[in-house]
């Protein structure tokens, strides 16, 4: 076999292998409790995924002491992003009682496509606060 063919073979084997196997990071989105204070009780960001990354994960501000929590009420399109699995983290400093923690949403990244997820943070009890605050995150996958 001549030696510009084999090394074609080997060239076209690596860039398969690169294709199916290599990832590019999965994105993040963090939205502090200062977040809401400053840009008031809605806040909207705007993001660009790539195509290869395979989550995008949430970050929200979250204090479910106070009875507070979010809620996912809406993603538009979910053949470009659909709901995985979310978490509490509580507060990393030991000792502090009621202190914030971190809701962390992870969604899956499907295909490319623009979808906005929504999310609104409520007491969901008989007569609690509706949609305190809410965040909105439109997300253009490439």
């Known amino acids: 076999m001549p030696f510009r063919l084999i090394f074609a073979i080997c060239g076209a084997f690596v ?17 502090s409790c200062d977040d809401f204070i400053t840009q008031g009780s809605n806040v909207a960001e ?6 290869w990354s395979d989550l ?7 204090n479910p002491t106070t009875g507070f929590k979010w809620e996912l009420t809406e993603v538009t399109d979910e053949e470009v992003l ?9 507060p990393e400093a030991d000792g502090v009682e009621g202190a914030a923690g971190t809701e962390v949403w992870t969604f899956k990244v499907l295909k490319a496509g623009s979808s ?6 409520s007491r969901s009890w008989e007569g609690g606060e509706e ?12």
């Open 15 to 31: 860039l398969l292998l690169l294709f199916f196997f290599v990832r590019s990071e999965d994105v993040s989105v963090e939205v």
């Open 46 to 51: 705007e993001i660009e995924i790539d195509g």
């Open 56 to 62: 995008l994960t949430v970050s929200l501000c979250s």
């Open 82 to 90: 659909v709901y995985d699995d979310n978490e509490y983290i509580s």
């Open 116 to 121: 906005n997820i929504t999310m609104e943070y």
């Open 131 to 142: 949609a305190e605050w809410t965040f909105i995150l439109t997300a253009d996958v490439k």
